[in-house]
């Protein structure tokens, strides 16, 4: 069973930047792929990035596409969101969840994919 912990959101000027962290425990994180997802209020949980445990393969949903980053540390345990020129657009709660698998080249874009779910960190983008 992997536990997921999400940190580093916070209150940011359009244009800023922030970094996410999900910190995983209690699993093999290495051979984990991981997920970021986002729900603004009232909407759905929708897919933002993600990245196979190997770290080779990364995918991201177009709006975000040169803007924001997603890279691990599997020494670490921790998978990190690079967010810059953020919009007020970028406004929700970000998830990160984690899903075994066998190849280390293989990431995956659905929320159901995915079996384990951290408790979310607040981002807020003013303008």
């Known amino acids: 069973q992997v536990q997921l912990v999400e940190s580093g959101g916070g209150l940011v000027q359009a244009g800023g930047s922030l970094t996410l962290s999900c910190a995983a425990s209690?699993?093999?994180?290495?051979?984990?792929?991981i997920g970021w997802f986002r729900q603004a209020p009232g909407g759905e949980r929708d897919f933002v990035a993600t990245?196979?445990?190997?770290?080779?393969?990364?995918y991201y949903r177009d709006s975000v596409k040169g803007r924001f980053t997603i890279s691990r540390n599997n020494a670490k345990n921790t998978v990190y969101l690079q967010m810059s020129s953020l919009k007020p657009g970028d406004t929700a709660l970000y998830y990160c969840?984690?899903?075994?698998?066998?190849?280390?080249?293989?990431?995956?874009?659905?929320?159901?994919?995915?079996?384990?779910w951290g408790q979310g960190t607040q981002v807020t983008v003013s303008s």
């Open positions: 969840a984690a899903v075994y698998s066998d190849s280390s080249v293989t990431a995956y874009a659905r929320r159901a994919n995915y079996d384990y």
């Open positions: 209690g699993g093999t994180f290495s051979r984990y792929a």
């Open positions: 990245i196979s445990w190997s770290g080779k393969t990364t």
